[in-house]
């Protein structure tokens, strides 16, 4: 895997360990050469695995709408920025940069797009992994919803395990380059 997408907060959240971890995840995509494409800003968890790849010599591409760059968020220091116009082209831009997604600790965005690109597996649009670096129990509860779902017959239980989990970067990034996609359609085919 040469390119990964990486969603995370704009804001460093309550707790120093998510800030060292996306710095450790940062360190461990320079050991395996791994360019980082990321939404492009110059804050929060966002700002902390650019800068700690950058500060090694690594690669980092952001993609931001045109929006989002007038409020002065983006990186000014990236190996490139891409300028779309709108979240919709955002999303759509990092998905074909990627060869797999990985989400860190953030909020309604991070989540958003994590589960996009869940769907987008499950529905067979693409075969890259998707994963979380599950710091701090940070996505627990998402973990059990997935549960949860599978369980009440929304999720086949092949999709709900799509979701790569770690708490450690270099085996997370391990999993992820052995990541087998499941096989069958999404729909489970189940009268009441």
Same mark, same amino acid.
């Given at each position: *895997?040469?390119?990964? %997408?990486?969603?995370?907060?704009?804001?460093?959240?309550?707790? !120093?360990?998510?800030?060292?971890?996306?710095? $450790? /995840?940062?360190?461990?995509?320079?050991?395996?050469?791994?360019?980082?494409?990321?939404?492009?800003?110059?804050?929060?968890? *966002? &700002?902390?695995?650019?800068?700690?790849?950058? +500060?090694?010599?690594?690669?980092?591409?952001?993609? *931001?709408?045109?929006?989002?760059?007038?409020?002065?968020?983006?990186?000014?220091?990236? @190996?490139?920025?891409?300028?779309?116009?709108?979240?919709?082209?955002? $999303?759509?831009? *990092?998905?074909?940069?990627?060869?797999?997604?990985? +989400? =860190?600790?953030? &909020? #309604?965005? !991070?989540?958003?797009? #994590? /589960?996009?690109? /869940?769907?987008? +597996?499950?529905?067979?649009?693409?075969?890259?992994? %998707?994963?979380? #670096?599950?710091?701090?129990?940070?996505?627990? %509860?998402?973990?059990?919803?997935? $549960?949860?779902?599978?369980?009440?017959?929304?999720?086949? @239980?092949?999709?709900? &395990?799509?979701?790569? !989990?770690?708490?450690?970067?270099?085996?997370?990034?391990?999993?992820?380059?052995?990541? =087998?996609?499941?096989? &069958?359609?999404?729909?489970?085919?189940?009268?009441?």
């Amino acid at each position: *895997m040469k390119r990964i %997408c990486v969603y995370c907060g704009s804001n460093f959240g309550k707790r !120093t360990e998510y800030i060292i971890a996306a710095k $450790k /995840l940062g360190k461990e995509f320079i050991k395996r050469d791994i360019t980082l494409v990321y939404g492009g800003a110059k804050v929060g968890i *966002m &700002g902390a695995i650019a800068d700690q790849i950058l +500060a090694l010599g690594g690669q980092v591409i952001g993609v *931001m709408p045109q929006s989002l760059i007038d409020k002065e968020v983006a990186h000014t220091g990236l @190996s490139e920025l891409i300028v779309v116009d709108s979240m919709h082209q955002r $999303k759509s831009a *990092m998905e074909r940069l990627s060869e797999g997604f990985i +989400a =860190l600790p953030g &909020g #309604l965005g !991070t989540i958003e797009e #994590l /589960l996009e690109m /869940l769907t987008w +597996a499950q529905l067979g649009f693409h075969q890259k992994p %998707c994963a979380i #670096l599950n710091i701090e129990a940070y996505f627990d %509860c998402l973990l059990e919803f997935i $549960k949860h779902a599978a369980k009440e017959g929304f999720i086949k @239980s092949s999709h709900a &395990g799509m979701l790569i !989990t770690h708490t450690e970067p270099d085996a997370l990034l391990s999993s992820m380059e052995n990541y =087998l996609p499941p096989q &069958g359609e999404k729909w489970i085919h189940k009268a009441l």
